[in-house]
């Protein structure tokens, strides 16, 4: 018998198939991690599949700008940190403004980078290494970094400023090599992420003596932050959290932010982000897309006065 659907009738409500997660960064990094974490609970809570799917390159602008070009229909979703809000600054030739052409559907984790250094360096605390660089010419001191732009490339330019200084960057391919590097005592600190750093720090072959947050990590509690042990006003953080394109119905927006804010509360889930060294970070989508915005008309002001090339 043939079903006449009656006047009024609901569509179907969303999601009805797989949604796809973008991640701009390769497989096994802490961003990919943290990716696979939330899309995990997402999917639980959805009850569809949410891939994760790594598109590397281009600082993370690669997979940005495909999700910008999607769709906007809730299906192909993009998990970005931090750098999102610095895109329109630092790459002149970008298809796609990361501010305009995605919208924040929710906050998911928030974090910080540790500064460390060489146990036999000739500083023990920051005011140490302060002092140090003030005594010496400038560019005595080295800093490592994954590159222009990087977190830790910016970290490392903002406490110059902040202490007066002017150190000599000394760019790697990745994270690791950098750290090597200043185990070896080749480069003298590097701002790195405290699951990576936790393990060196116990095993003696790093000193850490500063977290670029504004309160002490709960993961390295002992450890003061850049405010508390010599750089005064430093406080920088991470974050990472799920986009969708602009255009996006209301109504799917609302449906991811509301199941996202559901997962990130629950003490399971902040069981799993301590494994890479994350507290939750609960945001709706408005909060969310303010945030990014608000950062994004900061760094602009920022950048001013940090070299990118």
């Not at 809570?45 to 999607?70: D, F, M, S, W, Y």
């Not at 504004?214 to 750089?231: C, H, I, L, Y």
Request: aromatic fraction near 8%.
């Amino acid at each position: 018998m043939l079903c006449i659907p009656q006047a009024g009738a609901q569509a179907p409500s969303y999601p009805l198939k797989t949604i796809t997660v973008l991640v701009g960064i390769g497989a096994g990094s802490n961003t990919d991690v943290l990716a696979r974490i939330a899309a995990k609970r997402l999917s639980e809570r959805l009850k569809q599949p949410v891939l994760v799917e790594n598109r590397p390159g281009a600082g993370g602008t690669i997979a940005a700008a495909t999700v910008a070009g999607a769709p906007a229909d809730g299906y192909t979703l993009l998990w970005a940190s931090s750098s999102i809000p610095l895109f329109p600054h630092m790459y002149q030739n970008l298809k796609f403004d990361p501010i305009k052409d995605l919208i924040g559907v929710g906050g998911v984790a928030e974090g910080g980078l540790v500064m460390l250094t060489r146990p036999n360096a000739p500083w023990k605390s920051l005011v140490d290494l302060i002092a140090y660089g003030k005594s010496k010419p400038k560019g005595a001191i080295t800093y490592a970094s994954a590159g222009i732009g990087s977190n830790a490339y910016l970290f490392s330019e903002l406490f110059a400023q902040s202490a007066g200084l002017e150190f000599i960057h000394v760019p790697y391919k990745g994270s690791s090599a950098a750290l090597t590097d200043v185990m070896a005592g080749q480069v003298d600190f590097v701002f790195d992420g405290p699951s990576t750093a936790i393990p060196q720090v116990k095993s003696g072959r790093v000193s850490a003596i500063a977290f670029s947050t504004k309160k002490r990590s709960t993961f390295m509690p002992n450890v003061p932050t850049m405010n508390e042990a010599g750089a005064k006003g430093f406080a920088q953080r991470t974050w990472l959290g799920f986009f969708a394109p602009v255009g996006t119905p209301k109504a799917v927006v609302q449906r991811l932010s509301d199941e996202i804010q559901g997962f990130v509360v629950e003490e399971s889930f902040r069981n799993d982000l301590a494994v890479a060294a994350h507290e939750p970070m609960r945001m709706s989508s408005t909060d969310f897309s303010a945030m990014v915005s608000r950062e994004s008309e900061e760094w602009a002001v920022r950048l001013k006065t940090i070299k990118l090339e």
